[in-house]
């Protein structure tokens, strides 16, 4: 029997399938986020984790299926709507302008304004501020909020980036890939960026195809394989390698059959 | 040297050079101005013709001779007194040394120059040091030497050898040079002043334009006589103002990323409708009573809008490139006028009335407009001039203090910049109030004016009508009209294309619209992705373009009321080269509507001056060729911002 769902959860993503025409790429996912928890997202490329966030993040509906957010069911339709809910998401191309400022930039979409007259105009100065002392909680120090971030390193844009997410989302931070790039020194700020999140109460959904990266911070994994939900586990219950394997395999060892919900159900 | 300044004892030979020739410089620049003043040496007009009155060319001569010597004075006390700030001083005398010489030479020696490629043949001074003419098949030119050539000559020089000798004295750190930012970042104090100037044009968006501005404006300012003259300035204003109101629109349509080639011929149909809807009404669906023509000119705006909207539609619903799109909508919309006026012939104005069309309302709505404006320029007063006012005290004070050794420059450009606003403000507020005063005897009477003279009707510039405090001749500053339609030409579309830049520039820079603009350009999945609706931004900045083209539209027919079906041919492309050497990025994401004005201004003033200076006309396109490749290499290698 299915578990009722209970407001501990935070996301509830049932049933979830979304076809483009002929291909299906997610072929009825079950995909469960608590409060205050750092979740690995895990397949391998062309699993549909990326697929399985987009739908989330609002950038596709699905075809069949109903997600849950905070224990009412949601239909989110836009990045906007997903914004609204609390949901903040890093994708892999980090959405920031490379021309423009680190200040413009952390405030795309919602600037800080002051009044003249009629008007309302950018309080420049506000933003630059408001930037710096939001990265800095997290632990980024800028050198100048003007300085525009095409001009710093991908670990910096990384930082900028989910700093930005950290700051702006208020339940739900969704991290795409985020260190494929990095060197060891900035993964590991990635992560320790990732513990500030949950700190502050969000939880993290981490995606990647990379088990080593991700499961010093995790507490669970979900490991997705061709469109459908392969396996959740805590981290007590599997190691990184039976992680590995069931990611590049799609099958469940034979030991961890017993605990794999999805074999459970009658 | 360096120990010069840190060790009382030591002496360095560099330093004592350095003071020496200062000194040397101080007492030959106080003695050139006397010469000057006494009338020894005759400078500008009083070269050619003998009077005794003093000219501004003498008057800017003794100026700058005076602050010369001021400047050496103190940088050669300064090093005798091992003060550390005069190392600065010695950098930067000798640098503004050399580009003053450097202009001199360029104004005597450039002339002469394009006098051998083209039909003009510079005068040649009574008395040249040294002269010869050289033959080239029939023409004949006189090229020639003279006093001022070698004075210049032997500035420039003088000061580059002692720049160099500075400027390899100072140690400075590469990276510290790159990452400086603000007016008091102590690296600034270690940078050549070359070094500080490409620094501030690497931030600015448009560094290739204002270099090439200065530079086009001295040679052709030098070059031919009549090019400073009033008509000239006004016809090259006139020329560029209603281009230089879609060009605003064409720039923030590249920011965003977009193309627009159909804007000459939205401007043909734009003005043909105008014309049309004043005259006969809209004949192809049977309305054949013409329209009042402010409510025409409305209607001509909607069509404008409809036009642009069109764009914007077709690129957001099929997402074929813009480039292809409006290429397509410039041969549509181009067969719009030759296909409703029949024969190509010119639809005028004056064929269908005798009078042009007036305007008539209570003068007490001039007064308004008048109280008004004084308020905001009071307003505007109130806010800024106090700012700067701190500013400029903040540098003066910060100045003297250890490690601010490059303090004096951004000191007195505070101070300039607080002096030239308020002077502004001045000669804005007086000519404001004489424009109230004027008004206000018959504020109960009915006010007349003419139509197309309010939307592009000339006018006189003149010091006197303006600056009504500065009256020398004139009655009564308040009795001066300044709706006076004079005989130079400029024209008060001038007037609404500036006012429409302040305005873009603002709503570019300084709302949450024009922050989507630069994202939409730069990465539309950023921007998306943050919640901004990439194609509302489009397909509104497609409207705006419209909505721009057919207040130039407008504005020509008011100019020059017959409309012809070749209206606005051609215009696409100077619009696109006005934005790109004005700094604005094909490939979107950056760029600014002030840079667009200079590329406007660099492209009037390449139109008029290589006609004045003589140089075949056919050659005007070749340059404007040259320009463009130039500007946008000056743009794209000064600049910090990666283009990536």
């Known amino acids: 029997m299915k578990k009722t769902h209970t407001t501990e959860m935070l996301v509830e993503m049932r049933d979830i399938h979304k076809y483009f025409g002929s291909v299906r790429a997610l072929r009825g996912v079950e995909f469960a986020v608590k409060r205050q928890e750092i979740i690995g997202l895990l397949g391998d490329n062309g699993a549909g984790k990326s697929t399985l966030i987009k739908v989330l993040t609002g950038f596709h509906t699905p075809t069949k299926g109903q997600i849950y957010f905070d224990g009412e069911p949601v239909s989110i339709d836009s990045p906007h709507k997903a914004r609204e809910l609390g949901i903040e998401t890093v994708y892999q191309d980090l959405a920031l302008v490379p021309l423009m400022s680190i200040a413009r930039n952390f405030w795309l979409g919602q600037e800080l304004t ?47 980036a989910i700093g930005r997410a950290v700051y702006f989302g208020k339940k739900l931070l969704i991290l795409d890939e985020p260190t494929s790039a990095l060197s060891v020194g900035e993964t590991k700020k990635v992560l320790d960026y990732t513990y500030a999140a949950k700190d502050k109460g969000m939880s993290v959904i981490f ?37 590995a394997t069931m990611v590049m395999s799609g099958a469940v060892p034979e030991r961890l059959r017993l605990f794999d919900p999805e074999t459970d159900i009658a | 040297m360096r120990a010069h300044f840190e060790n009382k004892n030591s002496r360095s030979g560099l330093a004592s050079t350095i003071a020496f020739y200062n000194f040397g410089v101080s007492a030959t620049s106080l003695f050139i101005v006397a010469l000057v003043i006494l009338g020894w040496i005759a400078l500008g007009e009083r070269a050619n013709i003998s009077r005794r009155d003093i000219n501004t ?99 420039f020089l003088s000061n580059f050898f002692i720049y160099r000798m500075t400027v390899a004295n100072t140690t400075y750190d590469d990276k510290k040079v790159e990452k400086a930012q603000g007016a008091f970042s102590t690296a600034i104090d270690d940078m050549t002043p070359s070094q500080f100037i490409r620094h501030q044009l690497a931030e600015s968006p448009s560094a290739g334009a204002i270099i090439g501005f200065i530079l086009i404006l001295l040679i052709f ?55 049309l809807f004043m005259t006969e009404g809209v004949p192809f669906i049977g309305i054949t009573q013409p329209f009042n023509p402010i409510l025409s000119m409305f209607l001509a705006i909607l069509v404008g809008l409809l036009l642009g909207f069109i764009n914007g539609f077709i690129l957001v619903r099929t997402g074929i490139p813009s480039f292809i799109v409006t290429l397509g909508t410039l041969l549509i919309y181009r067969a719009i006028p030759l296909v409703a006026i029949p024969g190509g012939r010119i639809l005028r104005y004056k064929d269908y009335y005798a009078e042009f069309p007036t305007v008539t309302f209570p003068t007490s709505i001039m007064v308004g407009l008048g109280v008004i404006l004084v308020i905001v320029v009071i307003f505007i007063g109130i806010r800024t001039l106090p700012k700067y006012l701190r500013q ?53 009477q009915p006010y007349t004016v003419g139509l197309f003279d309010i939307l592009n009707g000339q006018w006189t510039f003149t010091l006197e009508k303006t600056a009504g405090l500065f009256v020398t001749e004139n009655p009564s500053w308040w009795q001066i009209d300044p709706l006076d339609f004079g005989r130079a030409s400029f024209r008060n579309a001038i007037i609404w294309w500036i006012l429409l830049v302040l305005l873009f520039n603002t709503i570019l820079n300084d709302t949450r619209y024009g922050n989507s603009v630069f994202a939409v350009g730069g990465n539309s999945g950023a921007a998306r ?81 290589l006609v004045q200076v003589g140089m075949n006309a056919r050659l005007f396109e070749g340059v404007i060729g040259v320009i463009l490749i130039v500007a946008v290499i000056l743009n794209t290698t000064v600049r910090r911002i990666p283009t990536k």
């Open chain 1, 114 to 160: 002051r009044r003249v007259g009629l008007f309302e105009l950018l309080d420049h100065q506000q933003m630059a501020e408001e930037a710096g002392k939001a990265l800095a909680n997290i632990g980024i120090h800028i050198r100048d909020p003007y300085e525009a971030v095409g001009m710093m390193s991908g670990g910096e844009r990384q930082s900028i």
């Open chain 1, 207 to 243: 995606i990647t195809h990379n088990i080593s990266q991700v499961y010093e911070v995790a507490d669970r994994f979900t490991i997705v394989s061709r469109g459908k939900t392969l396996g959740n586990f805590t981290k007590e219950e599997v190691t990184a390698e039976e992680v």
């Open chain 2, 57 to 155: 060319i003498e008057i800017s001569a003794i100026v700058v001779g005076i602050a010369f010597t001021i400047a050496s004075v103190r940088t050669a006390f300064g090093i005798r007194n091992r003060d550390e700030t005069s190392w600065a001083w010695a950098q930067w005398t000798a640098f503004v040394g050399l580009i003053v010489g450097f202009f001199i030479l360029l104004s005597t020696v450039g002339p002469q120059i394009i006098g051998l490629i083209s039909n003009a043949q510079p005068t040649v001074p009574s008395e040249p040091i040294w002269q010869a003419t050289l033959q080239f098949g029939q023409r004949s030119r006189t090229i020639f030497v003279n006093g001022i050539m070698i004075f210049a000559l032997v500035l």
């Open chain 2, 221 to 275: 300012a030098t070059a031919s006589d009549t090019f400073r003259q009033p008509p000239a300035i006004a016809s090259m204003l006139t020329n560029i103002s209603t281009k230089g109101i879609v060009a605003i629109g064409i720039t923030i349509l590249m920011i965003s990323g977009e193309f627009d080639l159909s804007v000459g011929s939205m401007l043909g149909a734009v003005a043909l409708f105008f014309m």
């Open chain 2, 392 to 444: 400029a005290q903040l540098r003066s004070r910060l100045r003297g203090t250890a490690g601010i050794k490059f303090g004096t420059t951004l000191t007195i450009l505070a101070w300039v910049r607080l002096v030239m606003a308020a002077l502004l403000l001045l000669v804005l507020l007086s000519y404001f109030i004489s424009f109230t005063a004027y008004h206000l005897p018959n504020i109960s």
């Open chain 2, 529 to 609: 992705a943050n919640g901004i609706n990439v194609n509302r931004v489009k397909i509104f900045n497609f409207m705006l373009v419209g909505f721009l083209v057919s207040l130039a539209a407008i504005f020509e027919v008011a100019r020059n009321p017959g409309v012809d079906p070749l209206k606005g041919l051609g215009w696409e492309l100077e619009m696109v080269a006005m934005t790109v050497i004005g700094g604005t990025l094909l490939s979107g994401g950056y760029g600014s509507v002030l840079g667009t004005i200079l590329g406007g201004l660099i492209f009037a003033m390449l139109n008029t001056g």
